[in-house]
């Protein structure tokens, strides 16, 4: 398994604005996943984007996939104090075993102003 | 629909008690897993499982111990507290093989453990 790093650390916007954070990742993946973590709460999943496919939409989430450089992106559109959480991405290898060993870099913290 | 339901919510312990984090799912996942969070930090994988009687270690197993004998539970074990396990603890499941998955997993509300 292997996990990616999120870009910025942290991120401070106003309400209506866009937020964008990205994950870089070392091996090839199968796909990867995005999830949320409000505070004090367990991470709930967001979005899966699979190695084949370049762009996703879920709602005000578009999410990209860059598999040559590794990265992959997460745009949250006309952001809303409720977005206000710590984002996570977990990229699921290629190859090698299969099992789950879904593992978590430090996230990006993101602060909406209302 | 219960998803992943976690038990106690929080628990404080003394130093060398032992106790066992409890995991239920209804979802019919045959992964699970149990992580930890430190405050500034992301999740640390404990241990995890792909089925009934399979378990293995993750990043940070030493103090813990783990046993899947049905599909639904999957249990935590301190065996002897220590404040350095003082810390908020995730279980998780989901579809095996991640491969081919078509969703993300599913995680509990949390227990938030300390050690004194």
């Known amino acids: 398994s292997q996990q990616g790093e999120e870009d910025p650390q942290a991120l401070s916007i106003q309400e209506g604005e866009n937020a964008t954070m990205n994950c870089s990742y070392k091996?090839?993946?199968?796909?990867l996943q995005w999830y949320r973590q409000n505070s004090g709460r367990g991470l709930v999943h967001l979005i899966l984007?699979?190695?084949?496919?370049r762009e996703k939409h879920s709602g005000r989430l578009r999410v990209t996939l860059d598999t040559s450089k590794k990265s992959s992106s997460l745009l949250i559109t006309a952001s809303r104090a409720a977005d206000t959480a710590s984002y996570f991405c977990?990229?699921?290898?290629?190859?090698?075993?299969?099992?789950?060993?879904?593992?978590f870099g430090q996230g990006t913290i993101l602060t909406v102003h209302p | 629909n219960a998803g992943v339901t976690q038990t106690p919510k929080f628990q404080v312990l003394k130093t060398g008690q032992s106790m066992t984090l409890q995991c239920a799912q209804d979802?019919?996942?045959?992964?699970m897993s149990w992580y930890r969070q430190d405050p500034g930090m992301g999740l640390r994988l404990i241990h995890y499982?792909?089925?009934?009687?399979?378990?293995d270690q993750g990043e940070v197993p030493n103090g813990y111990n783990v046993s899947r004998s049905t599909t639904e539970d999957f249990p935590l074990r301190l065996l002897s507290a220590a404040p350095s396990q003082t810390s908020v603890y995730f279980c998780?499941?989901?579809?095996?093989?991640?491969?081919?998955?078509?969703?993300?997993?599913?995680f509990g509300s949390g227990t938030r453990l300390t050690v004194v």
């Open positions: 979802m019919n996942h045959e992964y």
């Open positions: 998780a499941s989901g579809p095996y093989p991640l491969l081919n998955a078509n969703y993300g997993y599913t």
């Open positions: 091996t090839s993946i199968n796909n």
């Open positions: 977990a990229p699921i290898n290629a190859g090698g075993t299969s099992y789950g060993k879904l593992t």
């Open positions: 499982s792909v089925g009934a009687g399979i378990t």
């Open positions: 984007i699979r190695s084949n496919e």
